[in-house]
């Protein structure tokens, strides 16, 4: 009895243990015999002609506000340079241990500091060639305003390959190379990519003038052997930007010595900035993107009701064609970004900057081929969110990093409009047999 | 552990009738109960099987553990077996049954071998005798299994390009038969049954659609969608067992169920027109330990969607001993409604089991082992399943 008892035990035991293992049920489908009668659609269209009332509009970002100084030499295409205004020092001084004001007498030298933040690597005897400039620069000052400044003879003339050729490894570990001729420096930031170069002027090159309250103008030129251009790190760059030493001599009636002090004082600057030939072409009908000041356009999509209600996006480009190709060094890129407008407002319609809310597509220099932009997550967003604008803005990266710009047809253009190529799918026919 | 803190209020209440009654015998049922009760969410779902993928879904039987032992021949004449409410009125006593099982399933097709495991809870029920000669009976089993997971790799021409991808489509869930049943012992020659069944259930469906990266890139986002189907439906049946002498029992049954209404959200997806099905079946007891049965039915499937067969299924098994602890043996076979191809794929199977009967009856533990072999269209699955059944009359 009581063996049958455990036999039991051991069979109910065998037959629950059995009953409570978890589940495989993942099988091979061969269609359709053995498959849902149902499957997943997927659709590929072009909405030709859902994009309308599209348009372009200038004058969001400005030169002095970008984040970087555009600094290019490409006959025929764009000649950009750099300029810089110092702030005024304060004079007189008051020494330290001293009670009463000194004067100052004049400079012995002064230092500009800046970080190149990218340059053509390929480009040989890349020159960088420094220019005094008039100290009133502002926003407004064109290209036409320094053609006298920059037509005269420069300052100095800083080969940067020939001060990276010495550069060399200090006791600290950083790579620094020196022009002790000059006194000219560069230091070499291999993590960031940047170079941060020390230009030296003598007295003659940067004299004080107590009138100006030593207030400078610099101008900065690159040339190279084949066309190029660089990038200077400005104050908006969220990086080192330019900065100015002075080493001036104070008369001072406390120093044990001599009457004469030599100070140093950095200095700020006030603006930094680029100008650049040929100024930006008015806005015409086509879709511009880029420039200085910039432009963006705003493109209004309308998507089918089917598509924004049911239909899950899987894949969505959008087709631009360009109207005009932008020009610049060969090694300068242009990036196209597409943004959610978070409410349109035209001109001023705010966008998503997140990255789940915009899309970027790389074009090519002097290429008039067609752009393909991927907008998926825009387009998914669009369709999660019933309520938002179909509409996007197009925009540079680095907006007034440069004046390239390019135009793309608008809408307007039927046979090179805009368009939308859409891959979706429909909704699954749940619940049907 | 989470089926254990589902089953625990239970199981201390039971525990409980053990400090009381002290028994060995029934702290081997708790032990039962406990492994019957413990189960994945899913419950009340049955068997499945690759050919309930295309169609409605797998039919469930309307068999206990003890009728499925016996190849499902019993089950005409098998109170606590929801499919002839007839037999509802020799029960005489509250009774409630309960049953589990764990199929094991290879299917194989072309070359391919899939091993597949599905654990289904595919019967509740209770019955209670109201007045001399009346039992009314609320059992609650799988009507349609359409549990499956299906994954498919393919590629399609995309933008001019072939795009590899890989399905994964998903149903878990299934339509329950909620029978209220009453059976009457007419007379010693005659017992009558009737029931109403209210059919519910849902699934919840999943397609998703993963393409291959092009590259390091995944060009194209993935599909997935979700949604869950809600069925309802109505059906009436009627049966009614003849005794010829003591020892010879022929059970008649019948069944119309109207139609059943997929709803996604409060939309009508698909109406489907269910079958009728017509049976009979004959048990001859020789002496108090041998019982011999045989039954045969007909289920009009093929009037619900297209593709679909009408089935006629059979099957014979005995149950021997008359004490607490009988042999049963059966074999069955038939069709299946739901297959490709212009012919309705077939299934055959060998069952047996035995049960235990503790506290002068008042538990019964049953066991069941069953064998099929189905085939259809290419496919050839073997099934192994493994049945407990805990049946209780207080």
């Known amino acids: 009895m009581r063996a049958l008892r455990a036999a039991w035990l051991a069979a109910t035991l065998g037959a629950g243990g059995a009953a409570g293992c978890v589940e495989r049920v993942s099988a091979p489908g061969q269609c359709p ?13 072009v909405l030709a002609t859902n994009i309308e009332r599209d348009s372009a509009f200038r004058g969001y970002a400005f030169a002095h506000r970008a984040a970087a100084m555009y600094l290019a030499d490409v006959p025929g295409a764009v000649d950009s340079r750099g300029i810089l205004a110092t702030a005024a020092l304060t004079d007189p001084v008051t020494l330290p241990g001293d009670t009463n004001p000194d004067p100052i007498l004049g400079s012995d030298s002064l230092k500009l500091a800046f970080t190149i933040t990218r340059r053509d690597t390929a480009a040989h005897n890349l020159l960088l060639t420094f220019y005094r400039l008039p100290f009133g620069l502002d926003s407004t000052t064109t290209f036409a305003d320094l053609a006298g400044p920059f037509g005269g003879a420069p300052l100095r003339t800083v080969n940067l390959d020939s001060l990276l050729a010495k550069v060399a490894r200090d006791t600290s570990g950083n790579l620094i190379g020196v022009d002790s001729a000059t006194g000219d420096a560069v230091t070499v930031d291999t993590t960031n990519r940047r170079l941060r170069v020390t230009v030296k002027f003598d007295s003659a090159q940067a004299p004080y003038v107590a009138a100006d309250s030593g207030r400078l103008g610099f101008g900065i030129r690159v040339g190279a052997d084949v066309p ?39 200095g700020g600057i006030t603006l930094d900035s680029y100008v650049f030939d040929p100024p930006p072409a008015p806005l015409d009908s086509t879709l511009a993107v880029g420039g200085v000041p910039s432009a963006r356009s705003l493109l209004r999509v309308t998507l089918p009701r089917a598509i924004r209600d049911s239909a899950q996006i899987v894949r969505a480009t959008l087709v631009v064609i360009p109207a005009v190709a932008w020009q610049g060094a060969p090694t300068d890129s242009f990036v196209v970004e597409a943004h959610t407008v978070l409410a349109d407002f035209g001109a001023k319609s705010p966008i998503a900057v997140d990255v789940t809310r915009t899309d970027t597509a790389l074009i090519r220099m002097g290429a008039k081929d067609t752009v393909r932009i991927e907008v998926t997550n825009l387009v998914q967003f669009w369709v999660s969110d019933t309520l938002a604008p179909t509409a996007l803005m197009l925009r540079p990266r680095n907006e007034a990093g440069s004046p390239a710009e390019v135009r793309f047809y608008p809408s307007a253009a039927a046979a090179s409009r805009p368009s939308l190529r859409l891959t979706y799918a429909r909704r699954f026919p749940f619940g049907r047999p | 552990m989470q089926a254990v803190r589902r089953t625990g209020g239970r199981a201390v209440g039971v525990l409980e009738a053990v400090r009381r009654s002290g028994g060995r015998a029934v702290g081997t049922i708790v032990l039962a109960a406990v492994l019957v009760t413990a189960s994945p969410p899913d419950r009340l779902a049955a068997q499945d099987s690759q050919f309930g993928i295309r169609g409605l879904g797998m039919p469930g039987r309307f068999e206990s553990v003890r009728a499925r032992s016996v190849g499902g021949a019993l089950a005409p004449f098998d109170g606590m077996s929801p499919l002839a409410e007839a037999a509802l009125g020799d029960l005489g006593r509250l009774t409630a049954t309960a049953m589990g099982g764990t199929s094991y399933r290879d299917a194989e097709l072309g070359s391919t071998t899939t091993s597949l495991r599905t654990t289904r809870f595919p019967l509740l029920g209770f019955a209670e005798p109201v007045f001399r000669r009346l039992t009314l009976s609320v059992s609650y089993s799988t009507y349609l299994d359409k549990s499956w997971n299906v994954t498919i790799r393919d590629s399609m021409l995309l933008r001019g390009t072939m795009q590899p991808y890989a399905d994964e489509l998903s149903s878990d869930g299934g339509v329950d038969d909620l029978r209220i049943a009453a059976g009457s012992r007419v007379s010693s020659h005659l017992a009558l049954g009737a029931a109403v069944h209210l059919l519910s259930g849902s699934t919840r469906l999943t397609a998703i659609r993963r393409f291959d990266p092009v590259g390091a890139d995944s060009v194209y986002q993935p599909v997935s969608q979700r949604d869950e189907v809600r069925y309802t439906g109505l059906g009436f049946s009627g049966s009614a067992l003849i005794d010829f002498g003591p020892g010879l029992r022929l059970a008649a049954f019948a069944r119309s169920d109207n139609r059943l209404r997929a709803w996604v959200g409060d939309v009508l997806a698909a109406e489907t027109d269910l079958p009728i099905t017509l049976g009979g079946g004959i048990r001859i007891a020789p002496s108090p330990s041998v019982r011999l049965a045989a039954s045969i039915s007909r289920r009009g499937w093929a009037k619900a969607v297209a593709g679909s067969f009408n089935t006629l299924s059979w099957s014979a098994g005995a149950e021997l001993g008359g004490g607490p602890t009988p042999i049963r043996f059966g074999v069955r076979g038939g069709q299946l409604p739901f297959g490709p191809g212009t012919s309705a794929p077939t299934e055959v199977g060998v069952a047996a089991g035995t049960g235990r009967a503790f506290s002068a009856g008042r538990a019964v533990l049953d066991i069941g082992i069953e064998r099929l072999q189905r085939k259809g269209g290419g496919l050839d699955e073997r099934v192994w399943t493994f049945l407990v059944g805990l049946t209780v009359r207080p």
């Open chain 1, 228 to 266: 190029t251009s660089l990038g200077i790190a400005t104050r908006a760059s969220g990086i080192l930007s330019a900065g100015v030493t002075w080493y001036v001599r104070v008369d001072s009636t406390t120093a044990a010595d001599t009457t004469l002090v030599h100070e140093v004082f950095p």
């Open chain 1, 33 to 45: 015999e053995f498959c849902p009668s149902g499957s997943i659609q997927i659709v590929d269209t």
